[in-house]
């Protein structure tokens, strides 16, 4: 065989240094790194968002989740998810804690998840509206909800996800810009 090869019943061993398995460990490790940071966004995943609700709009950055499958229960509706604070303008936490209180879901309603931490249920809202601008123009989305997650969404580069369902948007309809709250 090779010089520094072993094969043994079937499991091939390579004899080397532990330095040279530490160094090009490491090394594999700082090029992912340096890719995973570094990595563009797909082009047509990315998208600015307006979102409103009670007269109020965040202009949010917005990401297509191919993993996020979120319907409402009872229309069958997507949902995109966001963070409450990034929310917080459009749904204050107070509003939450009245409508949980009291039990009256009329404006606000509870969404089952699984995520890879266990199984639980969000908030959700239904907006006024939702403009989605990419690369081609605007799209106004009309039958989604907004589900409000208590953890970040995103590493600061979007704050709103939507959902896989949204797959190859057709953006092409004109809307009128809208005027943002908050950027």
Known sequence: GTAGVLCYNGVT???????????????????????ARFRALPSGEQYTA????????????????SGNRLTEPFSGEP??????????????????????????????RLIPCRTACGAGAMIAFHPDRLVLEGEEGCLTVEEIWIA???DP??????????????????????????QASQS
């Not at 307006?50 to 989740?65: E, P």
């Not at 804690?97 to 039990?103: F, K, L, R």
């Open 79 to 108: 949902a995109a998810v966001a963070d409450l604070r990034t929310v917080q303008e459009l749904l204050t936490a107070e509003e939450i804690a009245d409508q949980v209180g009291s039990g009256g879901m009329q404006q606000l």
């Open 50 to 65: 307006f979102l409103s609700r009670g007269g109020r709009t965040l202009r949010l950055a917005a990401i297509r989740d």
């Open 153 to 178: 969404v995103g590493s600061g580069d979007f704050s709103l996800l939507l959902p896989a369902a949204f797959s190859g948007l057709p953006i092409k309809e004109g809307t009128g810009g809208l």
């Open 148 to 150: 409000v997650s208590v």
């Open 13 to 35: 061993y390579f004899d080397v240094s532990l330095g040279t398995l530490l160094l090009s460990m490491t090394a594999a490790y700082l090029v992912l790194t340096v890719y």
